[in-house]
Structures are given as structure tokens and as C-alpha cells.
Nanobody
Framework: QVQLVESGGGLVQAGGSLRLSCAAS????????MGWFRQAPGKERDLVAT????????YYADYVKGRFTISRDNARNTVYLQMNSLKPEDTAVYYC????????????????????WGQGTQVTVAS
């Protein structure tokens, strides 16, 4: 059983930065595709960033391109989300997720592709 634990959320002023971390335990981390999602109050959970399991092909939602960067450290079983130039509309609970499926990037953009989820970490951006 894979367990995912996010950290690094908090309150930041607009224009600031945060780095989220997601530590995984159980399973074989370097074989999983890892993604970050977010969910604002009253809204659906949306994909922020992901990449195919080798990490060489990354996808970012349009609203974070150029500001957010997903990365992973297989030696530490951790995936990161570096968030720069934060905006109030980035306020949400951020979740990391792991997929055991080796799928095309188009499939990895679908929420149902992911098998394991963290508990989420709150990010609040003040204007």
C-alpha cells in the first residue's frame, strides 16, 4: 500500500513562492507517475502538473505554466511542486497523487488514472 504525505503549504502573499513536497512510502516509487492536483472551495479537483513515469515528458495546466515546476527525487521517494509568482486564484488544497499505470500523457491528465492520494495541504495566497 502506497502512502503519500504532502507538506509545505501555508499562507503567502501574492507574488511569493512555496515549495510543496510529497513523500511516498510503500511500493516502488520510481515506477509511479506522480502528479499534483488542486481543489478550491466549491470546485472540482483539477490537474496542476504531472509527467510520464520516466519524468522526461511533463504536463502543466495552462494556468500554472511558467510559474510552477514539478520535479522528483527518486532517492528520497519525494515529488515536489515549486510554485512561484503565486496569485490569489492559486488558493486551494493541493494533493499529490500516484499512478501505477504506464500510460500516455493524455491519459495521465485524467484524475481517474491515479490510484493513491495524499491528504492534501492548504495553500492560501493573500492579495
Amino acid at each position: 500500500q502506497v502512502q503519500l504525505v504532502e507538506s509545505g503549504g501555508g499562507l503567502v502573499q501574492a507574488g511569493g513562492s512555496l515549495r510543496l513536497s510529497c513523500a511516498a512510502s510503500g511500493g516502488t516509487f520510481n515506477s509511479y507517475t506522480m502528479g499534483w492536483f488542486r481543489q478550491a472551495p466549491g470546485k472540482e479537483r483539477d490537474l496542476v502538473a504531472t509527467g510520464i513515469w520516466s519524468g522526461s515528458n511533463l504536463y502543466y495546466a495552462d494556468y500554472v505554466k511558467g510559474r510552477f515546476t514539478i520535479s522528483r527525487d527518486n532517492a528520497r521517494n519525494t515529488v515536489y511542486l515549486q510554485m512561484n509568482s503565486l496569485k490569489p486564484e492559486d488558493t486551494a488544497v493541493y494533493y499529490c497523487a500516484a499512478s501505477t499505470k504506464r500510460a500516455a500523457l493524455a491519459t495521465l491528465r485524467l484524475i481517474q488514472t491515479y490510484d493513491y492520494w495524499g491528504q492534501g495541504t492548504q495553500v492560501t495566497v493573500a492579495s
